[in-house]
Structure formats: C-alpha cells, structure tokens
C-alpha cells in the first residue's frame, strides 16, 4: 500500500515510524504545512515528503493519516472522502459539534471508510476488561470508575485551540466506558475546578474535572481528569460488578503510592506521558487501519462511535456551564 500521512508534529511523527516499518506499506508519503518538519521526519524513516498537503490528494496514495492540527481535521475527512479515499484522523473530528456532524455526513455521502483514533480500544488491559465484562464473570456491573491525569498541563497557547478538558481529554474515558460496556450514557452530571494555573481561567477552561454518568442499564460510572499530577502519567479504570472487581492500568508503573504497611512500594518509573504508555495501542491502531483499508478488517471504530462520545463531553461541558444534570437526548447527532 501506498499511504499518505498529513501533520508531522509530536504523533504525527510516531504513526509515520509505525507506518515506515509496517509489512504492508510498500510507501509513504508525508506532509506538513511546515514543509522543513515534513521533510526532517521523511529523511528520517525513508519516506518522500511531499511539497505540500495538495500533493498527498494527487500522488496515487491509497489510504490518508491524518494527524494535522485539530482545526483542520474536517476539511482533510472531507477531502479524502470526496478523494474516494480510507481515513484514519485523530481525534477529534472537528472542534465542535457541527462540524463534526458535516464532515460526518460527508463521508456517509461518499460511502468511504473514517477509523478514529480512540487508541484505548487497542489497548490489551482495556481489552482484556471488555471480555470479563460481556462474559459476564463480573455479574451485574454496577460502577465504573475511569482516571486520566497528565503530568504537566499543556503549553497556554494550546488551550484555547483544544476544545477543553472535557472534549480534549475526557473523550477517551467516555469512548471507553461506551466500548467496554456496551451501553449508551443517557444523562450526565458533570463539574470543573479553574483554580490552578491562570493560563486555564483565561482560556475559559477547568484544569481538573470530574463527571458522574448513568448508563441505560443503571450503572453509574465517574471519569475524573486533570493536568496537573505531577506524580506521573495516570489512566486506570476500575469495573466493580456484583461477582467481582477488575482494575485497568495498574501495574508497577502507575504512579500511585500507598500509605498502607504492608502495600505496593511506589513505581520506580512513573509512565511519563501517553506515547510511552500506549505506544503498543497505537501501533495496534494503525495496523487495524492498514486492514480496514485493504477490505480485510471491519472498521473498529468509524465516525458514528467518535460522535457519540464527544456527544458525551458536550452534554458535560453544558452541565458544567448550567450547574445541572443534561440527558444525552439534548445533544444533537445525526
């Protein structure tokens, strides 16, 4: 195969690794609208780097990754389905709702495939917890509770430009709830605390958070955020249910330290970030992509899945604004 890959920034440049050394990628083609970046990234893997983005739509690629700024993530969904070409994008699809849903529509009009990267499904913990969970050797589940916590916040000017901590980061926890479960939220109630950096306040965003979700089936799960554990890189879940309890995530690198006599002694070395922690997801990602591009693999995860959990992070981000419970049934889909 012969793929294109758009956006050669810090993720960008890791799926090109993955992609440069996968059996079934005969080529690759990268691009950046920072041309110099493209091309240091290709020199490094033996890919061409391409001009500009144009080129990637015009060279013969058989398949597009898109890893490019969020702002333009729709235009390029758009583009590779009017192309008549496979998608795997980053999320998030667009920056807000509407446009998510026209890129959406877009692709349904061209009949193309669009693979999001909600890389936790890859995950072997996540996946390992998803079959105990529909086997139903936990019995009844009754709570979830999901953490994700970044080390260092990001840099002040990406803030604005991310959609908040909800649609930014909490995604992934409300993805995976829905994947692991296989039950739709139907209401949220979701709050947010300003009070560290001012870099937050200003970008009218929360740099902690903390969401209580019914399921349709009565469970309840939690998903609590930050960007300032400075203990170390934290995404766990725990899935109680009435015959047993199960934890992801936890293992001699979760950067936790109990004050109990006779507990774990703390990690030696904390996960320092996502790519080293699910660097193994997102290879597994990509190689799914390369398959559902070939027409050996059902796509794992289309647009319709990703739409369904930024549905989730919207009804959050109104619960946090209003100071109130939201049903999902509030928030528009297609």
Same mark, same amino acid.
């Given at each position: 195969?012969?793929i294109g890959?758009?956006?050669?920034?810090?993720?960008?440049a890791f799926h090109?690794?993955?992609?440069? /050394?996968?059996?079934?990628?005969?080529?690759?083609?990268?691009a950046?609208t920072?041309?110099? /970046?493209?091309?240091?990234?290709?020199? /490094?893997? #033996?890919?061409?780097?391409?001009? =500009?983005?144009?080129e990637v739509?015009?060279w %013969?690629?058989?398949a597009?990754?898109?890893? =490019? &700024?969020?702002a333009?993530?729709?235009?390029l969904?758009?583009?590779?389905a009017?192309?008549?070409?496979p998608?795997f994008?980053?999320?998030?699809?667009?920056?807000? @709702?509407?446009g998510?849903?026209?890129? @959406?529509r877009?692709?349904?009009?061209a009949g193309?495939?669009?693979?999001?990267?909600?890389?936790?499904?890859?995950d072997?913990?996540?996946?390992?917890?998803?079959?105990l969970?529909?086997?139903?050797?936990?019995?009844r589940?009754?709570?979830?509770?999901?953490?994700t916590?970044?080390?260092?916040?990001?840099p002040?000017?990406?803030?604005p430009? =991310?959609?908040?901590?909800?649609?930014?980061?909490?995604?992934?926890?409300?993805?995976?709830?829905?994947?692991?479960?296989?039950?739709e939220?139907v209401?949220?109630? &979701?709050?947010?605390s300003?009070?560290g950096?001012?870099?937050?306040?200003?970008?009218?965003?929360?740099?902690?958070?903390?969401?209580?979700l019914t399921?349709?089936? %009565?469970t309840?799960?939690?998903?609590?955020?930050?960007?300032?554990?400075?203990?170390?890189?934290?995404?766990?879940?725990?899935?109680?249910?009435?015959?047993d309890?199960?934890?992801?995530?936890? #293992?001699?690198?979760?950067?936790?330290?109990?004050?109990e006599?006779?507990g774990p002694?703390?990690?030696d070395?904390?996960?320092?970030?996502?790519?080293?922690?699910?660097?193994?997801?997102?290879?597994?990602?990509?190689?799914?992509?390369?398959?559902?591009?070939?027409?050996?693999l059902d796509?794992?995860?289309?647009?319709?899945e &990703?739409?369904?959990?930024?549905?989730?992070?919207?009804?959050?981000?109104?619960?946090r604004?209003e100071?109130?419970?939201?049903?999902?049934a509030?928030v528009?889909?297609l």
């Amino acid at each position: 195969m012969r793929i294109g890959l758009i956006g050669t920034g810090r993720i960008g440049a890791f799926h090109a690794g993955v992609l440069s /050394r996968h059996r079934d990628v005969g080529a690759l083609v990268v691009a950046d609208t920072d041309a110099r /970046r493209a091309r240091e990234v290709a020199a /490094r893997i #033996d890919a061409t780097a391409a001009p =500009s983005v144009d080129e990637v739509f015009t060279w %013969g690629v058989d398949a597009v990754v898109i890893s =490019s &700024a969020t702002a333009a993530h729709a235009e390029l969904i758009g583009r590779a389905a009017r192309t008549g070409l496979p998608a795997f994008c980053e999320k998030p699809i667009a920056p807000d @709702l509407p446009g998510t849903l026209e890129a @959406l529509r877009e692709v349904d009009r061209a009949g193309t495939e669009l693979q999001l990267g909600f890389m936790r499904r890859f995950d072997a913990g996540y996946g390992r917890a998803r079959e105990l969970v529909r086997s139903g050797r936990l019995g009844r589940l009754h709570t979830v509770r999901a953490v994700t916590a970044d080390p260092v916040p990001p840099p002040a000017a990406y803030l604005p430009l =991310s959609g908040g901590l909800y649609r930014d980061c909490l995604v992934h926890d409300f993805d995976i709830v829905r994947w692991i479960t296989g039950r739709e939220v139907v209401e949220v109630y &979701a709050t947010g605390s300003d009070a560290g950096h001012a870099m937050f306040r200003e970008a009218g965003d929360v740099d902690t958070a903390a969401a209580v979700l019914t399921l349709d089936d %009565g469970t309840l799960a939690t998903a609590t955020a930050t960007r300032c554990n400075g203990a170390g890189y934290d995404v766990r879940m725990e899935l109680c249910g009435e015959a047993d309890t199960v934890a992801v995530g936890l #293992d001699d690198r979760t950067p936790i330290t109990s004050t109990e006599p006779q507990g774990p002694p703390p990690a030696d070395k904390p996960w320092p970030g996502f790519l080293e922690r699910f660097a193994p997801a997102y290879e597994a990602e990509l190689d799914a992509f390369v398959r559902v591009a070939m027409g050996e693999l059902d796509n794992p995860c289309d647009g319709r899945e &990703a739409l369904e959990a930024l549905r989730v992070a919207e009804a959050c981000e109104l619960s946090r604004r209003e100071r109130r419970p939201v049903r999902l049934a509030e928030v528009p889909g297609l």
